[in-house]
């Protein structure tokens, strides 16, 4: 029991540095795939077929970006239920979502 009560701070910790540092990620790709794509639709001597590529990249990128969210929040998700278990893992949801609304418009 004391080992479930040391660790939640720590889980709880590790779960918004991870928040933090994928928003902080996401908008830095964001905006550059914006000032990229703005580049290249200015350039007039750039092939349409590299536009393409270019824009194919960066759905490839935006589609990875996201599982790769959707699989560390299932870890954490995890964690959750082994230390608090089911119920009190629906709690702290429900908690989450009430507190932090941008989470659902940043994933």
Same mark, same amino acid.
């Given at each position: 029991?004391?080992?479930?009560?040391?660790?939640?701070? +720590?889980?709880?910790?590790?779960?918004?540095?991870?928040?933090?540092?994928?928003? #902080?990620? #996401? %908008?830095?790709? *964001?905006?550059?795939?914006?000032?990229? *794509?703005?580049?290249?639709?200015?350039?007039? +001597?750039v092939? =349409?077929?590299?536009?393409?590529m270019?824009?194919?990249?960066?759905d490839?990128?935006?589609?990875?970006? %996201?599982?790769?969210?959707?699989? +560390? *929040?299932?870890?954490?998700?995890?964690?959750?239920?082994?230390?608090?278990?089911? =119920?009190?893992?629906? *709690?702290?949801?429900?908690?989450?979502?009430?507190?932090s609304? #941008?989470?659902?418009? #940043? %994933?």
């Amino acid at each position: 029991m004391m080992e479930k009560q040391l660790m939640q701070p +720590i889980v709880g910790a590790h779960k918004v540095a991870f928040q933090t540092w994928f928003q #902080s990620v #996401s %908008a830095m790709q *964001d905006q550059t795939m914006k000032v990229m *794509d703005n580049l290249w639709s200015q350039v007039p +001597i750039v092939p =349409e077929k590299n536009r393409k590529m270019f824009t194919e990249w960066t759905d490839t990128l935006q589609k990875g970006r %996201a599982e790769m969210k959707k699989v +560390i *929040d299932q870890g954490f998700d995890t964690w959750e239920q082994v230390l608090f278990g089911p =119920e009190k893992t629906q *709690d702290t949801k429900a908690e989450g979502t009430k507190s932090s609304p #941008s989470k659902a418009a #940043s %994933a």
